[in-house]
């Protein structure tokens, strides 16, 4: 199971924002995301951008072309 909760580190431990519920001595498996400030927000934009993904330099331009092959979404 795959789980995301918020946590500060005090030098020593890990304090989690919320109460864990985890049995003693449970192995788990840590992500770091580092931000710039405890307070910045998820980028979407910079983290698609670390991926250098390739495609067309102009999706937003084009979107209903590269999603609906020319046809305008009609909802």
């Given amino acids: 199971m795959e789980k995301t909760v918020d946590a500060t580190f005090d030098g ?3 304090r989690f924002a919320i109460p864990i519920n985890l049995p ?3 192995k788990v498996k840590v992500l770091f995301d580092e931000s ?4 910045e927000p998820y980028h ?3 983290m698609a951008r670390s ?3 390739r ?3 102009d999706f937003s331009e084009n979107l209903d072309q590269y999603l609906y ?3 305008a979404y009609s909802g």
């Fill in 69 to 71: 092959g020319g046809q």
């Fill in 51 to 53: 991926l250098k993904l």
């Fill in 12 to 14: 020593e431990v890990f």
């Fill in 44 to 46: 979407f934009l910079r």
């Fill in 36 to 39: 710039d400030s405890p307070e």
């Fill in 55 to 57: 495609g067309p330099s």
């Fill in 24 to 26: 003693p001595n449970t």
